[in-house]
Structures are given as structure tokens and as C-alpha cells.
């Protein structure tokens, strides 16, 4: 199935508004609900279910100037088994935010189940003065019935654009049945490991350039754990490493 849900933010009148263009099956988007603050909270649904082999989808989220939303979705994304013959199934998002616009992106928790496959590229670029609070969540798979790191392939695929430069490149190929994923080792810039998932957080903001310094000090207090201090920049990106056992995982740099 190939799949397309474009949403659109607008600022009018101290408020935002929500335009839809494409929604094609299974994306679906009911309203958006207005918030004290002028902003919209939006839940994206996926009314299959799931993302099946062979499952194509798109996502396009634009924010306007001085809009402000926070967009998340109604459940967790569940990854079916894979069926062979079927081409890997994907997801693709696409993100911007326009000067003075701020987007909360907290989607729940990817599960990719046993035997399945799937692809996920992420695409955010930032104007000067956008912000961007957001996360990624990747669960081991169904644990519940005694699933963990059973699914045959992952590719994680995340790229954050400012007018200072990238922010984030990051990608990511996960194949337990090529190299074990449950023993301790770094999983890679902004990468930690809980008990039941393994969580992406993402804390950007982009301001003036006469403002870097400032920012860079405020993101300081992210970056605990021990991880290596990266050169200051105007993003940031949390480790908040578990108590717990840490994956391990197959880093390949980014094209």
C-alpha cells in the first residue's frame, strides 16, 4: 500500500490552524485541538492497524511561520512480519518548520515484530528561529509474548538541517540475526536503552547566530552519562543512558 498524509500549520490571528492535503488510507487525521497557548495537538492514526510488508508511507508535516503544534499519534506503530516475496516495508517523513514556528514530534513507540522488516527515514529541516522538540522510540519487539530483537532488519534514517548546518545525521541498520544486539556497547550519538525500548531524543532549537553561545550553554545539562562532549552548535541532543543493560547496534555512516 502507498500512502501519502500532508498536514499543514498556519498562524492566524494568535492561533494556529491545521490544513489537510493528501490523506490517503491508513493515515488519518481527525481534527486538530485547539490549546491555551494558541497552539493545535494533532493525533495521527493509522486505521490498518499496523504497517505490512510491502506498505509505502508518507508523511509531510509543514509549520508557518510563528505556528506552533505538537503532533503525536494514538498508539504505537506496529511493524507486521515480514512475507516473503514482498518488498521491505517503509515509512518516509518529512518535516519543516519555518522561522518562529515550533513543532513537538512525539510519535509513540515503533514495534517491529518477529521476522519483519522495515525501513524509516526521517527528514526535519529547521529555518532560523524554528524549534523543535521531539523524540524516536524503538522498541526491542512484542515482549509481552517473549519477543526481543527478533525482527530480521531495521534502518533508521534521521536528518535535521538548519541554516547553521546539520544538526543531526544519523543511520542506523539493525539485523539481530547478523550481530547480536544484547550485549553493552555504545549505540551512537543521542542513543539509550531502557528496559523495554530504545529511545532517540531529540532537543533542537535554532536561533540567531549571535545566540549560539547561549544555547549551547542551556543544552549543556542534557548531555550526562559520560558521552563525549561534541563541538558546541545551536541543537542539542540528549543521552540519558539506563541503569540497565545497553544495545548494541551496526552504525553506517550516513550517504
Known amino acids: 500500500m502507498n500512502a501519502r498524509l500532508e498536514l499543514r500549520f498556519d498562524a492566524c490571528g494568535g492561533r494556529t490552524w491545521m490544513r489537510r492535503g493528501a490523506q490517503q488510507p491508513p493515515w488519518r487525521v481527525i481534527r486538530a485541538f485547539p490549546q491555551e497557548n494558541g497552539a493545535v495537538l494533532v493525533h495521527l492514526h493509522n ?25 503525536t499519534s494514538t498508539g504505537a506503530t506496529r511493524v507486521y ?83 547553521l548546518g546539520p544538526v543531526l545525521l544519523e543511520d542506523f541498520l539493525l539485523e539481530p540475526g547478523v550481530e547480536s544486539l544484547v550485549s553493552p556497547a555504545p549505540f551512537g550519538t543521542a542513543i539509550v536503552h531502557g528496559d523495554s525500548k ?11 547566530r549571535r545566540d549560539r553561545e547561549q544555547i549551547g550553554r542551556a543544552f549543556d545539562h542534557l548531555l550526562v552519562g559520560g558521552g563525549r562532549r561534541e563541538p558546541r552548535t545551536a541543537a542539542r541532543a540528549a543521552r540519558r543512558p539506563s541503569n540497565r543493560s545497553q544495545t548494541a547496534a551496526r552504525r553506517r555512516n550516513p550517504s
Not at 486505521?47 to 503532533?71: T, W, Y
Not at 531524543?201 to 536561533?207: F, P, T
Request: hydrophobic share 40%; net charge negative.
Open 81 to 163: 512480519r515480514h512475507r516473503e516475496g514482498s518488498l521491505d516495508s517503509q515509512q518516509t517523513t518529512s518535516i519543516s518548520v519555518a522561522e518562529g514556528g515550533l513543532l513537538e514530534y512525539l510519535p509513540d513507540a515503533l514495534i517491529p515484530f518477529a521476522g519483519s522488516r522495515h525501513r524509516q527515514s526521517t527528514r526535519i529541516t529547521l529555518a532560523e528561529g524554528a524549534t523543535l522538540f521531539g523524540w524516536e522510540m524503538i522498541a526491542p519487539g512484542r515482549q509481552a509474548m517473549g519477543e526481543r530483537f527478533q525482527f530480521q532488519s531495521l534502518r533508521l534514517t534521521t536528518r535535521i538541517e538548519s541554516p
Open 47 to 71: 486505521v490498518s492497524g499496523g504497517v505490512l510488508a510491502g506498505d509505502d508511507l508518507h508523511l509531510n508535516i509543514e509549520i508557518g511561520p510563528h505556528a506552533r503544534a505538537q503532533v
Open 198 to 208: 530504545v529511545t532517540l531524543e531529540i532537543y533542537a532549537q535554532v536561533l540567531k
